[in-house]
């Protein structure tokens, strides 16, 4: 299995643990529409799942959902796509991109890992800044 259908599988497992969907429940929420709520529960709830499994993975992030930690939101369109940003406590835009709000897996293991990667870069650019400061 690559690591990008390892690390899509890691979200899906993490996010039905936190929502109790199961994952025959959370297959089904990825390839069928449904309303605004659920599209923007969906997509926030993954890009949560995914942040948390960076974590995992020994990545150096702040802790969401908590005071002063990254904000996340993201806004449903009628095109089948939802806007999804996540901005940090300093107002630092961490990602900022259109995801599906439902679709084939392809599509959403793209999306998983394009965030990955932004979360990446993210960490990295903070240490870096927080190396230079240490150090000044």
Same mark, same amino acid.
């Given at each position: 299995?690559? /690591?990008?259908?390892?690390? =899509? /599988? /890691?979200?899906?497992?993490?996010?039905?643990? &936190?929502?109790?969907?199961?994952?025959?429940?959370?297959?089904?929420?990825?390839?069928?529409?449904?309303?605004?709520? &659920?599209?923007?529960?969906?997509? &926030?709830?993954?890009?949560? +799942?995914?942040?948390?499994?960076?974590?995992?993975? %020994?990545?150096?992030?702040? @802790?969401?959902?908590?005071?002063?930690?990254?904000?996340?939101?993201?806004?449903?369109?009628?095109? %089948?796509? =939802?806007?999804?940003?996540?901005?940090?406590?300093?107002?630092?835009?961490?990602?900022?991109?259109?995801?599906?709000?439902? %679709?084939?897996?392809?599509?959403? @293991?793209? /999306?998983?890992? +394009?965030?990955?990667?932004?979360?990446?870069?993210?960490?990295?650019?903070?240490?870096? +800044?927080?190396?230079?400061? +240490?150090?000044?």
């Amino acid at each position: 299995m690559s /690591a990008h259908l390892r690390l =899509a /599988a /890691a979200v899906l497992y993490q996010h039905s643990q &936190e929502s109790g969907d199961s994952p025959h429940d959370l297959v089904t929420l990825l390839h069928v529409p449904g309303d605004v709520w &659920e599209q923007m529960a969906l997509v &926030e709830g993954l890009a949560i +799942a995914t942040w948390r499994v960076m974590q995992k993975q %020994g990545i150096p992030l702040p @802790t969401l959902l908590v005071p002063n930690a990254p904000y996340l939101f993201s806004r449903p369109f009628d095109d %089948g796509t =939802a806007q999804l940003i996540i901005i940090d406590s300093h107002h630092t835009v961490i990602y900022n991109d259109r995801w599906p709000t439902c %679709g084939r897996f392809s599509t959403w @293991t793209t /999306a998983i890992n +394009a965030l990955a990667t932004a979360i990446r870069t993210y960490s990295a650019q903070s240490h870096t +800044a927080l190396a230079t400061d +240490a150090s000044v």
